[in-house]
């Protein structure tokens, strides 16, 4: 019989990250009606929706989305209202999708954390994903990983997304840039 040890090693190695894309996320909407999926079962309080880009070696796209977060300073400060220094920790929520270029659609839920500083504000995050297509149908068996940050002033988020590399990854074309992006 083999240590336990080696078992847990084994899953360590087999789950090492790869990255699945970089995103730049924008703010489009504060209204509730724009929110990309229906609000019912979401945590915390509708903070907006937008668009960016994910670009990757398997996963390349427009990506949409809404969050919901819980103890969130964002409300105030685009209002103007002052708020604490110091740390200040939210919950994150975000759901959406990807388009990718190559004709799929893949839904993203996510949960995870925001850490706001006077000068930065980081986020964590933990994904699931759906799809109906099979060339992607990978996703739906692993947990995806964000880090990132939030700019308050530009309402622009950077994600860096990561999974498990599975052995059928493919390396998927670029999307092409909406007009009046660049």
């Known amino acids: ?22 995103a730049v996320l924008q703010y489009r909407s504060e209204a509730e009606q724009d929110a990309v999926v229906a ?18 070696d398997c996963v390349n796209g427009t990506l949409h989305w809404s969050l919901w977060a819980g103890a ?4 105030l400060v685009r209002k103007g209202q002052t708020v604490p220094d110091g740390l200040h920790l939210c919950t994150m929520n975000p759901v ?59 309402g622009r988020a950077t994600w860096e997304g990561y999974v498990p590399a599975p052995a059928n990854m493919t390396r998927q074309p670029a999307p092409t840039p909406a007009s009046g992006e660049k």
Do not use: H, N
């Open 96 to 154: 959406g999708f990807i388009e990718t270029g190559d004709g799929a659609r893949i839904r993203l839920d996510g949960r995870g954390y925001g850490l706001r500083s006077p000068d930065r504000y980081r986020t964590r995050l933990t994904l699931v994903f759906g799809t109906e297509d099979p060339r992607y149908a990978w996703l739906t068996k692993v947990l995806g990983l964000v880090q990132g940050e939030f700019d308050e002033k530009a």
């Open 1 to 22: 019989m083999k240590p336990a040890r080696d078992s847990v090693t084994a899953t360590v190695e087999q789950d090492r990250l790869t990255r699945l894309f970089s």
């Open 39 to 56: 609000p019912e079962r979401r945590e915390g309080e509708y903070i907006g929706s937008g668009d960016g880009i994910a670009t990757g």
């Open 72 to 75: 969130c300073f964002y409300p």
